[in-house]
């Protein structure tokens, strides 16, 4: 993609949805944390479904200690992977009371030490819990990003790294959201909705196609 395409490419997604959030549900820091953690190699959709029993029986960290294990587990059992996730789930919450006063913290370092937390997971909470500019490469962006040209990279942090050094400043915050339902609804894996999508014009592979 031409650097000149850029800026237009994000007015566009913008202007069709000027306040893009997660669909994650979440009512604070700590079930957003919560939620992202559980979300690897699952859908926003399952998680949801999980996590309305599970926050209302367990809203904070401590609340989550006195549910146990056996109780996190009952909750997220439809969950890929819902054994580790439950016991990665009750050792952040203790690191959470005994080292953050039962607070997230805001820095990448303290995230990525909590267990079952990644780069991907502090990105999602830096961004959208606390506005920073950052970009959680998943599936669909590192897709989006190869396919239109905007960020090619082989692996995620490279295209992380291109994302913040090619997405102008006044689309950075909202970004990996656009990229993200972007590659979710319309510029998906098998099937490209390429018919009505509206940032076509400035996508390196539509161009390919039309030549």
């Known amino acids: 993609m031409k650097k000149e395409h850029i800026a237009p490419f994000f007015a566009t997604l913008a202007e069709a949805n000027p306040q893009p959030v997660t669909e994650l549900v979440y009512t604070s820091v700590f079930e957003l944390l919560v939620a992202v953690l559980l979300s690897a190699q699952a859908t926003d959709v399952s998680v949801n479904k999980a996590t309305r029993g599970l926050f209302a029986a367990a809203s904070h ?3 989550m200690l006195d549910l146990g294990l ?3 587990e009952a909750h997220i059992k439809t969950i890929g992977l819902y054994h580790s996730k439950a016991r990665h789930l009750l050792q952040t919450c203790e690191i ?3 080292q953050h006063n039962g607070q997230v913290p805001r820095t990448r370092e303290a995230l990525e030490a909590l267990p079952g ?3 991907k997971t502090a990105n999602v909470v830096l961004n959208s819990a ?3 500019p950052t970009m959680a490469v998943d599936t669909h962006i590192f897709r989006v990003s190869n396919r239109t040209g905007l960020a ?9 790294m291109a994302l913040l050094k090619r997405v102008p400043p006044a689309y950075r915050v909202d970004a990996h959201h656009w990229l993200i339902l972007h590659g979710r609804y319309v510029c998906k894996a098998r099937q490209p ?3 009505r999508c509206l940032v076509s014009a400035y996508c ?3 161009k390919q196609k039309r030549t």
């Open 61 to 63: 960290p401590q609340a």
């Open 70 to 72: 056996d109780g996190i």
């Open 96 to 98: 959470l009371i005994t």
């Open 117 to 119: 937390v990644g780069r």
């Open 130 to 132: 606390f506005g920073e």
């Open 152 to 160: 090619p990279g082989k692996t995620p942090l490279a295209v992380e």
């Open 193 to 195: 909705a390429c018919d």
């Open 204 to 206: 390196d592979e539509w």
